[in-house]
């Protein structure tokens, strides 16, 4: 079982629909979420971290997290075509180590 | 600096070869990780520094693969004896402490025939 797990997708919106991305973790000592943004031949960019149990907002995202189910979501407001790009979860891994761990990402096209 | 630079961005190897990757990250960050990303795939970790201090190599795939930092700044990721499944897009990442706020460089494609 990988440690960190997200539909590899594609998922495929229109234009100004909501997008939801999804990400399942296996460390319970995990103590904080983060999600990057990938275009495609590019580098990781970061855009949310969570680390309370919750939602978090900032402009058109919102992050949430479930620590009791293991699950952590991102929501993408009025979708727009410069948002296609693959979205990696990662998650800080449980102990004393400095280590991330991504999930595999979810490839999100907007359709226009 | 304005961001974290790896390189060379491309690097073609043959089987066999040695080959060293370089990067130079954000001046200032404590924290420098390596990440071996596959095509299709999310970034693997492979190594963290905290300054000049190797403390964690636990991803390193095996021993051909070595990371060094040696004045907590530049650091260089040195692949011996190249194989074919060596063949990933290297990524270094930087940030002020800790895996808070990666930034990564854009990484060294490298491609072993």
């Known amino acids: 079982q990988k440690e960190v797990e997200q539909n590899s997708g594609p998922l495929s919106v229109p234009e100004g629909a909501i997008a939801s991305l999804n990400c399942t973790y296996s460390?319970?000592?995990?103590?904080?979420f983060f999600w990057y943004r990938q275009y495609s031949g590019k580098s990781p960019e970061l855009i949310m971290s969570?680390?309370?149990?919750g939602d978090k907002e900032d402009g058109r995202f919102t992050a949430q997290l479930n620590k009791a189910s293991q699950y952590v979501s991102l929501l993408i407001r009025d979708s727009q075509p410069s948002d296609s790009a693959t979205y990696l979860c990662?998650?800080?891994?449980?102990?004393?180590?400095?280590?991330?761990?991504f999930g595999t990402g979810t490839l999100l096209a907007v359709q226009p | 600096g304005a961001g974290v630079s790896q390189s060379p961005r491309y690097k073609v190897a043959k089987r066999g070869q040695d080959v060293a990757l370089r990067c130079d990250p954000i001046?200032?960050?404590?924290?420098l990780f390596w990440y071996q990303q596959a095509l299709g795939q999310g970034p693997e970790f492979l190594t963290y520094?905290?300054?000049?201090?190797?403390?964690?190599k636990s991803g390193l795939p095996s021993d051909r693969f070595f990371a060094e930092r040696p004045e907590g700044s530049v650091s260089t990721l040195k692949i011996q004896r190249t194989q074919q499944e060596d063949s990933a897009v290297y990524l270094c990442?930087?940030?002020?402490?800790?895996?808070?706020?990666?930034?990564f460089g854009s990484g060294t494609q490298l491609s072993v025939l």
């Open positions: 990442a930087s940030s002020l402490q800790g895996y808070e706020k990666l930034f």
């Open positions: 460390d319970r000592g995990s103590q904080s």
């Open positions: 969570i680390y309370s149990n």
């Open positions: 990662a998650v800080s891994y449980g102990g004393a180590t400095n280590k991330l761990i």
């Open positions: 001046s200032g960050h404590v924290s």
């Open positions: 520094f905290q300054n000049e201090a190797q403390l964690d």
